[in-house]
C-alpha cells in the first residue's frame, strides 16, 4: 500500500514555507521559497502552482499517494468561499482571489485554505506546543505582520462569521499612533511586529548597526550588555504584553503558545513578556502560561497539512 501524504503551504508576506506531510504528521519534505510579494499575484500564484507541480512530481517519484493540499495564507480568508476576503500591502492585490478554486483547479486535488495564523494555531495542536492543552490556548504569531487565533477546548479554532477571527494585531493598543497598513492607527502589528522591532531600533538610533536589518543582530547587541539594544527589546516586550492583556481579559485563556521570528529568541525574550503581562493583568485572570511555540517556521505549513487530511478525508 502507497504512504498517503498531503502539501501544505504557508503564504507569508515574506517567504512560502511548504512541506510534505504523512497522516501521522511527519514532515517528510519541506522548501522556502521568497514570497516577492511586491511582484503582484499573477507572480504569486505562479509560484504556488510550481510549488504544487513539483511535489506532485516528488511524490510520484517517491511512491507516495498525494491526498489532498492544504494552503496558509496572510491576509483574511473568506471560510464559505475560499478566497482572499481582504488582504493589506503586505500581499498587494491580494485581497478577492479564490484561491481554494484556483490551487484545485491547478492540481487536481481536494484543497483546504485557512488563514495563516489560524493554521499556525492548528499545527501546534496538532504535534507542537499545544498538544498538552487540553483545555485550549491562545494562538499570537510575531512576524512581519501579527496575528493569531484561539483554539477551543475542542481543540478546534474559533473562525467567527466570515472566518476572519484572529486579526489580533489590528486590536488599537494606542490611539491616533503609528499608521497601520490596514488603514488605521495605532495598531498592535505596529507595535509587536518584527517590522515594528526593527523600526525601534531604528528611533533608538541603533538601525545602521543592524547588518541588514536583522533582528538577530539586535539581540545579540542586547545579550552583549548594548544599554540602547535593552532598551528597544525591553520596550518591544512591554508592548508585546499589552496586547496579550487585552486578549487575556476577553478570553480568558488557560495558556498563551507564541511563534514567529522573534520567538528563536528563548527566555531572554519570554521571560520578559511573561513579567511584564503579570504585571499588567488583573490577579482574578493569572495565571496564565505563555510558551514558545515548537514547530518554528513549520508550525503554518503543519496546520495547512492538517485540514488537507480533513478535507482529503471528506472528499
Known amino acids: 500500500m502507497k504512504r498517503q501524504v498531503v502539501f501544505g503551504i504557508d ?16 514532515i517528510l519534505h519541506t522548501d522556502n521559497t521568497p514570497t516577492d510579494a511586491q511582484a503582484g499575484p499573477a507572480s504569486l500564484l505562479g509560484k504556488l502552482y510550481g510549488i504544487a507541480a513539483d511535489y506532485k512530481a516528488r ?56 488563514n495563516d495564523a489560524h493554521a499556525f494555531a492548528i499545527g501546534e495542536a496538532w ?15 510575531l512576524g512581519t505582520g501579527v496575528g493569531g487565533s484561539w483554539i477551543t477546548a475542542a481543540g478546534e479554532p474559533y473562525y467567527g462569521r466570515d472566518g476572519y477571527a484572529g486579526g489580533y494585531g489590528h486590536i488599537v493598543i494606542r490611539h491616533g499612533g503609528q499608521p497601520c497598513n490596514c488603514g488605521l492607527k495605532g495598531c498592535w502589528e505596529q507595535y509587536a511586529s518584527v517590522r515594528a522591532l526593527m523600526r525601534q531600533a531604528a528611533e533608538a538610533g541603533i538601525g545602521e548597526s543592524l ?6 543582530v539586535l539581540f545579540e547587541l542586547a545579550r552583549g550588555g548594548d544599554e540602547t539594544a535593552l532598551g528597544v527589546i525591553d520596550r518591544y516586550a512591554e508592548y508585546v504584553a499589552v496586547g496579550l492583556t487585552s486578549l487575556t481579559h476577553a478570553l480568558n485563556p488557560h495558556a498563551v503558545v507564541i511563534g514567529g521570528a522573534v520567538t528563536a529568541q528563548g527566555d531572554f525574550l519570554f521571560s520578559r513578556i511573561d513579567r511584564m503581562a503579570q504585571e499588567q493583568r488583573m490577579p482574578a485572570y493569572g495565571p496564565v502560561r505563555i510558551v514558545p511555540a515548537e514547530l518554528g517556521e513549520h508550525a503554518g505549513l503543519a496546520g495547512a497539512a492538517k485540514l488537507a487530511w480533513r478535507s482529503a478525508l471528506r472528499a
Open 11 to 26: 503564504i507569508g508576506g515574506t517567504n512560502i514555507k511548504s512541506g510534505i506531510v504523512d497522516a501521522d504528521g511527519s
Open 211 to 216: 547588518t541588514g536589518g536583522s533582528a538577530k
Open 127 to 141: 504535534i507542537g506546543a499545544g498538544r498538552s492543552l487540553t483545555e485550549g490556548f491562545l494562538c499570537i504569531t
Open 59 to 114: 511524490a510520484e517519484a517517491e511512491g507516495w499517494e498525494a491526498c489532498g493540499m492544504g494552503v496558509a495564507t496572510a491576509g483574511y480568508v473568506h471560510a464559505g468561499e475560499g478566497r482572499i476576503g481582504y488582504a493589506t500591502s503586505n500581499i498587494p492585490g491580494w485581497t478577492g482571489v479564490p484561491l481554494r478554486d484556483n490551487m484545485a483547479r491547478e492540481t487536481g486535488l481536494p484543497v483546504a485554505l485557512v
